[in-house]
């Protein structure tokens, strides 16, 4: 398993097996790295926020990246693998500022960014984790399964 591949490279093709493998690694490391910084500066001090924020920024790539080889397995734009991404670090950046993000009282924009998570969070599921890549070769390179 080539991890540099799977997290530095857009190039080629991957199957839904590392696609899941690359972004349950991700999300585990992620949950790992909330609860250290949680742990040390409380769930909703500043720094913490900023770290999750810098966090999210460190880790856009390498989930850009396992998308955007997925999408392509899938013969589409390796460029839809940034949508998701973008929302998160929009979600993200608001929450460094504070703006929406108390759970009792959430802003029109912080339920808006939500439910816009999930709608795309709920179709990368479908399109990247469940359906079959393009059977053959397609114009991102060769079948990943053969």
Do not use: C
Request: glycine content about 14%; cysteine-free.
């Amino acid at each position: 398993m080539d991890f540099s591949h799977l997290y530095l490279s857009t190039e080629g093709r991957i199957g839904r097996k590392m696609w899941w493998i690359g972004h349950i690694i991700l999300g585990v490391i992620g949950i790992v790295v909330a609860l250290i910084f949680a742990g040390l500066f409380g769930q909703m001090s500043f720094a913490t926020r900023l770290l999750n924020f810098i966090y999210v920024l460190v880790v856009a790539y390498p989930a850009y990246a396992v998308s955007a080889k997925r999408f392509q397995d899938r013969n589409k734009s390796g460029a839809l693998g940034a949508i998701l991404i973008g929302i998160g670090a929009l979600s993200a950046l608001l929450q460094l500022f504070g703006i929406g993000t108390d759970p009792m009282h959430p802003g029109a924009l912080s339920v808006i960014l939500g439910i816009a998570v999930l709608i795309v969070a709920i179709w990368y599921l479908i399109e990247l984790g469940i359906l079959r890549g393009t059977d053959g070769d397609n114009q991102y390179g060769p079948d990943p399964v053969g």
